[in-house]
C-alpha cells in the first residue's frame, strides 16, 4: 500500500476565511481523514511537516517578499522542506 499524499494549505495575505471554509466541511473532511496526511494547515494545527507536498491549496495574495518566495518554492519540485521552514519561521 502506497503512503497517503501529503497536504499543505497555505496562507498568504489573507482573512483565514478560506481555510475556515475547509474546516466547516466537517463531514467531507472526516470521510477523508484517514486517506491523507495534513502536513501543514495553520488554522487546523500547529504542526508543521517537511515536504515534499502532494497537493498545495493557497490562500491569499503575494504582498511580501517573504509570500513572494514562498510561492515560487511551490512551483519547484521538491521544495517543501523550504516551504515548511518559511512558514515555521513567520509564525
Keep these: 500500500?502506497?503512503?497517503?499524499?501529503?497536504?499543505?494549505?497555505?496562507?498568504?495575505?489573507?482573512?483565514?476565511?478560506?481555510q475556515l471554509s475547509i474546516l466547516d466541511c466537517e463531514d467531507e473532511l472526516l470521510a477523508i481523514a484517514d486517506r491523507i496526511r495534513i502536513a501543514q494547515f495553520p488554522e487546523a494545527s500547529r504542526?508543521?511537516?517537511?515536504?515534499?507536498?502532494?497537493?498545495?491549496?493557497v490562500e491569499g495574495s503575494v504582498t511580501t517578499p517573504l509570500t513572494s518566495a514562498t510561492a515560487t518554492a511551490c512551483d519547484h519540485a521538491g521544495s517543501g522542506k523550504q516551504m515548511a521552514t518559511r512558514a515555521a519561521a513567520n509564525r
Excluded: H, N, Q
Design 1 to 18: 500500500m502506497s503512503a497517503a499524499p501529503t497536504l499543505a494549505v497555505w496562507k498568504f495575505a489573507s482573512c483565514d476565511g478560506c
Design 47 to 57: 504542526a508543521v511537516v517537511a515536504g515534499p507536498y502532494d497537493i498545495s491549496l
